[in-house]
């Protein structure tokens, strides 16, 4: 079955301890990206990916790091979590980009930073 | 400034009966991309639909539509024959120009009722 999975779906931490929330799909697909979603603010562009070893930021890129060694992964780290980065999570991908615009959704990844 | 605005926080609507959501943009570029993505209260984020700068005629996918008028820079997403399955969150989005950044309104929670 075609899908992005994001893991772990559901984590509670506290300030300044590492981590990190994996992305992965099995479509194959050139693009991948990072979202959140607060509530108000809709969903915002952290960093994004068009290809192994090519990201770029997005709107909200401070705080987070992300790495593309992998086609399949892309994993976004918090290195040193503060309570303003508790927010629920989204990875997406798709074939070409944004030029058609199906981007296909992880379940997203709730996040809760003590 | 807001480049996606979504104006309306909630919608309702009876069943069978059509409804709008209004969405406005803002960009200096030719070459956009809009795009509306729907998210039931289970989460997950669905692509509905997608409308190119250059594209001659409305989308259209099922009972969605987008009726996109350039000159007023909005992107309506039209919905017909309301179901009780519609009852979600619609976020408008943005690709602005020939970048994979996507920026997201803050969505309308549309409610149909029987």
């Known amino acids: 079955e075609a899908q992005v999975t994001q893991n772990p779906r559901y984590l509670i931490t506290v300030t300044g301890k590492k981590l990190t929330v994996t992305c992965s799909q099995n479509?194959?697909?050139?693009?991948m990206s990072w979202y959140r979603q607060d509530p108000g603010l809709g969903l915002r562009q952290i960093y994004y990916?068009?290809?192994?070893?090519?990201?770029d930021k997005g709107d909200v890129p401070e705080g987070y790091k992300v790495s593309r060694k992998e086609k399949r992964n892309f994993p976004l780290i918090l290195e040193s979590p503060s309570p303003n980065q508790t927010s629920l999570y989204f990875c997406?991908?798709?074939?070409?980009?944004?030029?058609?615009?199906?981007?296909?959704f992880g379940e997203g990844s709730r996040l809760t930073v003590l | 400034a807001q480049k996606i605005t979504q104006t309306q926080p909630g919608m309702f609507v009876q069943e069978k009966e059509a409804v709008t959501l209004d969405c406005t943009y803002d960009?200096?570029?030719?070459?956009?991309?809009l795009f509306w993505y729907k998210q039931p209260s289970s989460g997950e984020m669905i692509f509905l639909i997608y409308?190119?700068?250059?594209?001659?005629q409305n989308a259209t996918e099922g009972r969605y539509s987008l009726n996109f008028q350039k000159a007023r820079k909005s992107a309506n997403l039209v919905i017909s024959a309301s179901q009780l399955g519609d009852s979600a969150m619609y976020f408008c989005?943005?690709?602005?120009?020939?970048?994979?950044?996507?920026?997201f309104g803050t969505g309308t929670r549309l409610q149909v009722f029987p």
């Open positions: 960009t200096s570029d030719p070459s956009y991309g």
């Open positions: 989005a943005m690709r602005e120009g020939n970048t994979d950044k996507l920026i």
């Open positions: 409308q190119g700068s250059y594209d001659q």
């Open positions: 479509m194959n697909h050139e693009y």
């Open positions: 997406a991908s798709s074939l070409r980009g944004t030029l058609t615009g199906e981007l296909f």
């Open positions: 990916s068009m290809n192994v070893e090519v990201t």
